[in-house]
């Protein structure tokens, strides 16, 4: 199982971006899926989760301008960035909490993503 972040890059302050990430593989159902971001001389941190059922929780710092989605049908989230300010300049990963195979044969995985780099300069 495999998943891949795309759509970070340059951004003014108050610009919007939308990430996604896509999970391919022998999946058999994805319980969670979450943003992570790490910005340079600080830990990583969670920005924002959705889980199969649609619930959604995010940090305090981007609550009211980050939204995130899912499109279970092509395994794939979405974080719908607005508003940008320069702190949310970072790494953005993405995480996924998945049973891969079959229903009779289940492996639990928890696959990260490269990174996609978020820069919000002015």
């Known amino acids: 199982v495999q998943i891949v972040e795309s759509g970070g890059g340059l951004v003014q302050p108050g610009g919007s971006l939308r990430l996604s990430c896509a999970a391919s593989?022998?999946?058999?159902?994805?319980?969670?899926m979450a943003w992570y971001r790490q910005a340079p001389g600080k830990e990583r941190e969670l920005v924002a989760h959705?889980?199969?059922?649609?619930?959604?929780n995010y940090v305090d710092s981007v609550k009211g301008r980050f939204t995130i989605s899912r499109d279970n049908a092509k395994n794939t989230t979405y974080l719908q960035m607005n508003s940008l300010k320069s702190e949310d300049t970072a790494v953005y990963y993405c995480?996924?909490?998945?049973?891969?195979?079959?229903?009779?044969?289940?492996?639990?995985?928890?696959?990260w993503g490269q990174g996609t780099l978020v820069t919000v300069f002015s």
């Open positions: 995480y996924a909490d998945i049973y891969s195979g079959t229903w009779y044969e289940l492996t639990h995985v928890h696959p």
């Open positions: 959705i889980t199969d059922d649609g619930s959604t």
């Open positions: 593989g022998s999946i058999f159902t994805i319980k969670k």
